[in-house]
C-alpha cells in the first residue's frame, strides 16, 4: 500500500532556529511529493513538491524540502524560523488509486509551534 | 490566472437536513476535483475524485454523494445529514499536467 507518515505531532521551535518537520513515504515506482500548508479555518497552500531532478527543493515562504530516497523520505526544513510560520503542515505523495488514477495521499499533518 | 471558489463558508444544519456544498474552478479547463474532509483538525480523507465530467469515484462508503455536472463545477451532496458528517470541506482542483493541489478555503458544516 502507498502512504507517507508523519511521525511528529507537533514541532516547537525557538524563533530564529533552523526548523524541520519530518515526512516518509511508501510508493511504488518513481515518488511525486509535497508540502502543504494550513493556516487555521483556511484551506491547504501548496509550498514544495519533488518529481525528479536535485534533491533539495526550495519553495515558497523560504522553505526547501530533501528528497532522499535511500531513507525514504522528504522533510520539510527552514534556516530561520518565524512565529509566522505556525501552522499545519501536511506531506503528501501521488499514490495510485483502486480505480487506477493517480490521487494525492496526505499524512496526518505536523503542528509547527514557532515560540517567540 | 486559475480560482476556486468554494461555499457556503459556514452551514448550521439539524441532523436529518440535506447539504450541498458547491465548487467552482475558474481560469482552467479540465481539471481533477477532489472533496476531501478534515475532522478535528487534522488528517485529510478523501471522500470523492473526479477527473471529467459525470465522472465521480468515491474513496470511502458514506452518507454523501458528489456531481459534476459542469466542466469546473463539483458538487457535494448529501439527502439525510449525520451527526458523524460534520467537520471542515475542502475542494480542491489540480491540473492535469502537473501533480499539486490548490484548495477551496473550505466549508465548515455543524451538524446538530
Known amino acids: 500500500a502507498q502512504s507517507v507518515a508523519q511521525p511528529e505531532d507537533q514541532v516547537n521551535v525557538a524563533e530564529g532556529n533552523p526548523l524541520t518537520v519530518k515526512c516518509t513515504y511508501s510508493?511504488?515506482?518513481?515518488?511525486?511529493l509535497f508540502w502543504y500548508v494550513q493556516y487555521p479555518n483556511r484551506g491547504l497552500q501548496f509550498l514544495l513538491k519533488y518529481i525528479t531532478g536535485d534533491n533539495l527543493v526550495k519553495g515558497s515562504y523560504g522553505f526547501e524540502a530533501e528528497f532522499n530516497k535511500s531513507q525514504t523520505s522528504f522533510h520539510l526544513k527552514k534556516p530561520s524560523a518565524l512565529v509566522s510560520d505556525s501552522a499545519l503542515y501536511f506531506c503528501a505523495v501521488r499514490a495510485l488509486s483502486s480505480g487506477g488514477s493517480y490521487i494525492p495521499t496526505f499524512g496526518r499533518g505536523t503542528s509547527l509551534i514557532v515560540h517567540p | 490566472s486559475q480560482t476556486i471558489h468554494q461555499w457556503p463558508a459556514t452551514l448550521v444544519q439539524p441532523v436529518g437536513s440535506p447539504l450541498s456544498l458547491e465548487c467552482t474552478v475558474e481560469?482552467?479547463?479540465?481539471?481533477?476535483l477532489y472533496w476531501y474532509r478534515q475532522a478535528a483538525g487534522r488528517g485529510l480523507q478523501l471522500l470523492f475524485y473526479s477527473v471529467g465530467i459525470g465522472q465521480i469515484s468515491s474513496e470511502v462508503p458514506q452518507n454523501l454523494s458528489a456531481s459534476r455536472p459542469q466542466d469546473r463545477q463539483f458538487i457535494l451532496s448529501s439527502k439525510k445529514l449525520l451527526l458523524s458528517d460534520s467537520g471542515f470541506y475542502l475542494c480542491a482542483w489540480r491540473p492535469q499536467e502537473t501533480g499539486e493541489l490548490f484548495f477551496g478555503e473550505g466549508s465548515r458544516l455543524t451538524v446538530l
Open positions: 510508493v511504488s515506482g518513481n515518488p511525486y
Open positions: 481560469g482552467t479547463s479540465n481539471p481533477n
